[in-house]
């Protein structure tokens, strides 16, 4: 074998953080001993993986063609040397999950496998499903766990537990009690809206498409706590996940605004790169997640600790 681990490593980094000064932070290795792994590699096989574009590192066609090989030989080696050194761990795992599940669902998911696990190393990243995606298919993360569509042809997409969003208002609101509201109605309102790029904001313009009007977004926020916030205060009505408005609603603090023309369902979804190569640490926590969900209809009828 001409190569070795080390420089496979460096290759992935490199690739993944298009800079070989940024790979080399991210592996504690110095600029100079990361830019000789490199070079070392291609000189060995006589070949280019990356083309320099601007100030950064671009994965040419062959390099395209080697990454997902070179990450499944490091997640296999990774598994060899968990064994070699007796560890009672399975391994490390970076999962990445959109907001109503990074913050509902998979702090728990994550807290019972390591519990389970306590010799492994879990790594979280909490983005919107366009930035998920992007990173399972740049390899960046082993898995991710989206509330949005994903048509990458690279991404292998597995329905997860069907969730639904709801239209809501502050009680004190024009709208709160008032029954069933018309589309044309809410189109009127000032809305706390979800950024562009979030799955949230993608099914209810999914939902909307039907009507010529738009929404009057008056506020743009990446976070499902501030947008209820915000909506409780009485800026604007909002809509996001029943999951994440299930307390407020049995306290009151926030009300439900019947949509029947609004279509408001989707589907929670795992995703991880069609090459990866699927390591016991992640069918195991890839099991946890479908455990907690057995039986269950929809994500809100999920058992969870209240959240005060």
Known sequence: MHFTLRQLEVYVAVAQHESVSRAARALSLSQSATSTALAELERQFDCQLLDRVGKRLRLNALGFQLLPKAVALLDRAEEIEEILHGQQGIGSLDVGATLTIGNYLATLLISDFMQRHPGSRVRLAVRNTRDI????????????????????????????????????????HPLAGQGSVELDRLLREAWIMREQGSGTRLTLEQAARHRRGRFNTLLELEHTEGIKRAV?????????????????????????????????SRQFAFIWHRHKYLATGMREFLRLCRQMTEGIRRSDEIDLPPVS
Request: glycine residues 8%; hydrophobic residues 35%; contains cysteine.
């Open 133 to 172: 995606v992007d990173r399972v298919r740049q390899h960046e993360l082993d898995l991710g766990l989206i509330e949005g569509h994903c048509e990458e042809e690279d991404v292998i997409t597995q329905p997860w537990v069907e969730d639904e969003l709801s239209v809501f208002c502050s009680p004190r």
């Open 232 to 264: 409780e205060s009485g800026l604007g009505i909002g809509c996001v996940s029943k999951l994440a408005l299930r307390d407020a609603f049995r306290r009151g603090s926030l009300v439900p605004i019947p949509t029947p023309e609004l279509d408001l």
